[in-house]
């Protein structure tokens, strides 16, 4: 699974999903910080990432392009440092893996994870 994650988390995620094995970018590395969120999801699904945010916009790109992809992995919790929520969010992506692989928005917190098959 590759990974892109939004510029609203930290990149300390980057280290946290590659020892997990899996190809991980913070945007910052690969695009402009203030891209918008559609170049971001562009970038995404143009590259086989899906994107880790704790942003709600990707999901309306979504429902509104009507897509089949990037997936989208949201983060739903006051605290995303990944210290703090590694854990459970590499759980959740171990969890929807299949899921997201096909095309889903993951939408996690801290009592469940809720799925949303692509397109919308």
């Known amino acids: ?33 203030n891209a918008p969120d559609y170049q971001i999801m562009q970038w995404a699904k143009a590259n086989g990432y899906l994107v880790f945010t704790h942003d709600l916009d990707f999901g309306t790109l979504l429902a509104a392009s009507k897509d089949a992809g990037p ?22 992506l171990r969890r929807f893996e299949p899921e997201l692989k096909a095309g889903a928005i993951v939408t996690v917190n801290e009592i469940k994870g809720k799925v949303r098959i692509l397109p919308l």
Do not use: C, T
Not at 5 to 16: A, G, K, Q, R, T
Not at 17 to 31: I, K, L, P, R, T
Not at 73 to 92: A, H, L, N, T, Y
């Open 1 to 33: 699974m590759k990974i892109l994650i939004d510029m609203n988390l930290s990149p300390d995620w980057v280290l946290l999903f590659q020892n997990e094995g899996w190809e991980a970018a913070h945007w910052y590395s690969v695009g402009e910080y």
């Open 71 to 92: 997936s989208v992995f949201q983060v739903r919790m006051q605290e995303v440092r990944p210290d703090i929520i590694g854990k459970m969010v590499v759980e959740s």
